[in-house]
């Protein structure tokens, strides 16, 4: 079974800045991408970022020049940076893969990020 596991969220200033981390306990390239989304109460999830195994990356419209996706193979871990993080970033961020052997999505527990003065 694949297990992911965030951290790395908190309470942050606007303005600020966050790195989530997610570790994964199967190989990247496992999966045919990793990405992050969040959730904020009475929101829909949105995908925020991913990273494909070729890492191709894309992000949604809303944080793109803010937010970098980056992994590190040797580590099975995927990273997102945030900079310049607005109150309406704030939401519990998810950690997600696609796996490719049977098209699964697997999801983290989530970790909550707080962006507020």
């Known amino acids: 079974q694949v297990q992911l596991v965030e951290s790395g969220g908190g309470l942050v200033q606007p303005g600020g800045s966050l790195r989530l981390s997610c570790a994964a306990s199967?190989?990247?390239?496992?999966?045919?991408?990793m990405g992050w989304y969040r959730q904020a109460p009475g929101n829909e999830r949105e995908l925020v970022a991913r990273?494909?195994?070729?890492?191709?990356?894309n992000y949604a419209d809303s944080v793109k020049g803010r937010f970098t996706i980056s992994r590190d193979i040797a580590k099975s871990a995927v990273y997102l940076r945030m900079n310049s993080l607005q109150p309406e970033d704030s939401a519990v961020y998810y950690c997600?893969?696609?796996?490719?052997?049977?098209?699964?999505?697997?999801w983290g527990q989530g970790t909550q990020v707080t962006v507020s003065s």
């Open positions: 997600s893969a696609h796996r490719i052997l049977d098209s699964t999505t697997y």
């Open positions: 199967a190989s990247i390239f496992s999966f045919g991408a």
């Open positions: 990273i494909s195994s070729g890492g191709v990356t």
